[in-house]
């Protein structure tokens, strides 16, 4: 499946660096997802994005920073992380947000590690 | 709060029949949904419950209880690729994906 792309697949990154992280979306969806995923938990939802209007975020520190300049591309920003930042960091798309079985699909995730 | 449950851990024997449970408490259900991720890969869709009953797909069949909160994955003649995390997630009132910690399945020769 390479309906959703996402790079670097691999960061190592200095507490005081500032990185960004890309996704791309191939399928005409109109939502996108951040999410976090850490060893041996659930997945974390951290930003949702409908038709490029950010509808969700989930109480995340502002050190991440969510940007969607189109329904195709979506980011994050990164500056200033944590050590316990480092974690996969999966994004998603779906069709249409909040209408019935709105099966989501994934990119192959960033393994962010912060030094 | 909303919960999600699922064991951490099974083994089974390639060819054999294996069960990965789900059970699930949240605040309203828009349906049920599988996914399988390998070591260092994206979760991929597996498979979407909302009605009770069994859903089959090939090898893999979902069946979902919801007045008892409770779903299976049924994986069927495994093979060694079958070896994964099996991820379990529940769509609640406002079309948001609660998900479990995901069920690592390791297969044996």
């Known amino acids: 499946e390479t309906g959703v792309t996402q790079t670097p697949r691999h960061l190592v990154m200095g507490m005081t660096n500032k990185k960004s992280l890309k996704c791309e979306q191939h399928l005409g969806h109109n939502a996108m997802y951040w999410y976090k995923q850490s060893a041996k938990k659930p997945l974390e939802l951290m930003f949702v994005y409908s038709l490029e209007e950010r509808v969700e975020n989930n109480s995340v520190p502002s050190r991440f920073s969510p940007e969607c300049p189109n329904s195709s591309h979506l980011f994050l920003h990164l500056h200033t992380l944590q050590p316990e930042d480092s974690a996969l960091y999966l994004c998603a798309s779906s069709q249409d947000l909040g209408q019935g079985p709105d099966t989501q699909y994934f990119g192959p995730g960033t393994r962010l590690t912060v030094l | 709060g909303q919960n999600i449950d699922q064991p951490t851990e099974m083994t089974a024997t390639e060819g054999a029949i294996v069960q990965i449970n789900c059970t699930y408490q949240t605040s309203g259900f828009n349906g049920l949904f599988w996914y399988q991720q390998h070591a260092g890969e994206a979760p991929t869709f597996l498979s979407y419950n909302v009605l009770d009953g069994l859903e089959e797909k090939g090898r893999f069949s979902s069946f979902l209880s919801r007045s008892k909160g409770y779903s299976y994955l049924l994986l069927k003649e495994l093979q060694m690729k079958d070896s994964a995390s099996y991820l379990c997630?529940?769509?609640?009132?406002?079309?948001?994906?609660?998900w479990g910690a995901g069920t690592k399945l390791i297969i044996k020769p």
């Open positions: 997630a529940v769509m609640d009132s406002n079309y948001q994906l609660i």
